[in-house]
């Protein structure tokens, strides 16, 4: 709740939620990824990771898949809330301007 009322309160448009990713590939074929939210504006996800133990298993296989596949991605764990500022505008926007935002084809992975 605290990222979505971050993009809202400094006008970034944003989709909760609403994109899947499925992995086609091996050895991960047969996942789906949704990342928290996706930044049309940077061409990019933000995935927060809030550190429930049950979330593990599915926070490593993502760390592997989004690199892998070369898909944008921020994260943000509880500790980075206190200064959205700096680890999601700022960082946000420096991955926004990297060759992996700027390579990335959102029409690839929505069916």
Do not use: M
Not at 22 to 31: D, H, L
Not at 36 to 56: H, L, T
């Amino acid at each position: 709740k605290q990222i979505a009322n971050f993009l809202y309160e400094n006008s970034i448009p944003c989709l909760y939620e609403s994109i899947s990713l499925p992995i086609t590939t091996k050895p991960y074929a047969g996942n789906i990824c949704t990342p928290d939210f996706y930044i049309p504006s940077w061409n990019i996800f933000i995935e927060f990771y809030g550190g429930y133990p049950s979330a593990w298993k599915k926070k490593v296989l993502k760390n592997k898949l989004y690199p892998a596949h070369k898909i944008p991605v921020l994260a943000i764990t509880p500790a980075e809330l206190e200064d959205l500022g700096y680890y999601l505008l700022r960082q946000g926007k420096k991955l926004g301007e990297t060759p992996t935002a700027k390579n990335f084809r959102i029409g690839k992975w929505i069916r």
